[in-house]
């Protein structure tokens, strides 16, 4: 730095600074920066973590409802009460889902159940019929045939001799009076 007086130049002063404290300066200066950042970082991932958690943990949810409802469990059902607004209108939207299927399972097993019981009634009726019938040609030695109406006929040998045109009204009644389990005292 010059030194002077009224316009005369009467020498220079110099100063000397070491650079190793300027560094040292800067060097702190960066590395409170560098903490500064990182700092930073480590809060808007943390933020990021618990808002991706506030996202997430609902979906997982309506997931593992709709993961139970399809291995069968018609009572799972997805909380509504957290979430964003969209979130908690689809877990609505996926229970009633969840409840109809339920209903629906539950009226198809009832009328399967009265289905089968509907069934199961003339089909005994039947196989009774059928055994009815089975015991009545071991017994006797007749001819029997079935009519129109799905009723056994039997026409017996007995009521059989004699001439045809004398048995045209009086084999049908006694053929139907057997069928209907009415057969006469006589017999």
């Not at 997805?78 to 908690?88: F, H, K, S, V």
């Not at 198809?108 to 509907?118: N, P």
């Not at 004699?162 to 017999?187: C, K, L, M, P, T």
Request: charged share 25%.
């Amino acid at each position: 730095m010059p030194v002077a007086s009224s316009g005369i130049v009467h020498g220079a002063v110099r100063i000397t600074y070491p650079s190793s404290t300027l560094d040292d300066r800067v060097r702190a200066v960066w590395l409170g920066l560098l903490a500064l950042s990182a700092f930073g970082v480590v809060v808007v991932i943390g933020v990021g973590f618990a808002l991706a958690g506030l996202v997430t943990r609902p979906v997982d949810r309506l997931k593992d409802a709709a993961r139970k409802l399809a291995a069968g469990d018609l009572d799972a059902r997805a909380p509504t009460d957290d979430g964003a607004p969209e979130l908690r209108e689809l877990a609505t939207i996926f229970n009633g889902t969840a409840a109809r299927l339920q209903e629906m399972m539950n009226a198809q097993q009832a009328f399967v159940g009265d289905a089968s019981h509907q069934l199961r009634t003339p089909l005994a009726a039947l196989r009774l019929q059928l055994e009815n019938i089975e015991s009545a040609a071991a017994a006797t030695p007749t001819t029997s045939t079935i009519d129109d109406h799905g009723g056994l006929r039997v026409d017996d040998d007995d009521n059989n001799s004699g001439s045809g045109s004398d048995n045209s009204g009086s084999g049908s009644s006694g053929s139907d009076d057997r069928r209907h389990g009415r057969g006469s005292d006589d017999d």
